[in-house]
């Protein structure tokens, strides 16, 4: 969706971080993973976007075959999980590896440390393959839900040590609202890591359909069109669903929900609160 919106238009960000993946891989160093940081509506997930296509590009020498990856915290119930999603995460790399035990150990658990053990294994596996890269994005990393269980630190799997061949980039509001450990913290305030979009040097432009209009006011506006469109209550009832939520809604959780089911004949209308499956696509949508 960020790729047919077209909404990014120039950033210094790609080149900057071509330049030092491409230096970390000739010289087979291990490095930390890459922070994009910035308020709402800076142009975070656009930029990852970007980066997301490009890299394809990135690597011609012949024979490398370049691997990617990508998760929007939260977009899911499963992606809200700390757990649930480095889980996911795992078994997207044994997919792109082939693994010829299968895409889920015969073992495999919800501990937090075995899943852990997993992802780092995973990471050694693709580090001893000399003509394969993988890049992992994760979009709004601050979004992501501690478990009772995370007793450290809720990020705590994510490595301060990465293989030459594999590249995680980040993006998340500030890296002080990011769950980290002590030494985590310590390990990730090397500038060379760390794209600061408030920062003249790591400008970005994205587009907007009034260029004075601030995001604030961009969503208001997005919402009251919405209102007008399909009627304030219909709209009402549709965000407070999403609103009371703590991990988000699937599709189908949320039609149980919005779905009228005294009357298989009734016509509904979404000015009246009443949903269909047509109508809720085109909302959410």
Not at 62 to 83: D, E, G, I, Q, T
Not at 134 to 163: E, M, Q, R, T
Request: glycine share 2%; with cysteine; charged share 20%.
């Amino acid at each position: 969706e960020h790729l047919v919106s077209k909404s990014f238009i120039s950033s210094t960000v790609p080149e900057k971080m071509e330049t030092h993946i491409k230096l970390n891989y000739r010289n087979g160093a291990r490095h930390a993973p890459y922070f994009i940081h910035g308020n709402h509506g800076c142009g975070k997930s656009s930029l990852m976007s970007k980066l997301y296509e490009e890299c394809l590009n990135w690597f011609t020498t012949p024979n490398v075959r370049v691997h990617r990856l990508m998760r929007f915290a939260k977009a899911s119930p499963r992606s809200a999980y700390n757990l649930e999603l480095l889980r996911v995460i795992c078994q997207q790399i044994s997919i792109i590896l082939n693994i010829p035990e299968g895409y889920l150990p015969k073992d495999a658990s919800f501990d937090p440390l075995y899943i852990n053990n997993w992802f780092q294994n995973l990471l050694k596996r693709t580090e001893d393959m000399n003509n394969e890269v993988l890049f992992i994005f994760i979009d709004d990393l601050h979004k992501i839900n501690p478990l009772d269980c995370d007793i450290v630190a809720a990020l705590s799997w994510l490595p301060i040590s990465l293989p030459w061949n594999v590249f995680l980039i980040c993006t998340t509001i500030s890296m002080e609202s990011l769950k980290l450990s002590p030494i985590q913290r310590e390990r990730f305030k090397n500038a060379e890591f760390l794209y600061d979009l408030s920062q003249p040097q790591y400008e970005t432009t994205i587009r907007k359909e009034i260029e004075t209009e601030s995001f604030q006011q961009y969503l208001n506006r997005y919402f009251d069109d919405l209102e007008e469109r399909y009627g304030t209550k219909g709209i009402a009832k549709f965000s407070t669903y999403l609103n009371c939520t703590e991990y988000g809604l699937t599709e189908t959780e949320y039609l149980e929900l919005l779905m009228p089911t005294h009357d298989s004949e009734a016509t509904l209308e979404p000015h009246c609160a009443e949903f269909n499956f047509s109508s809720f696509c085109s909302i959410r949508n």
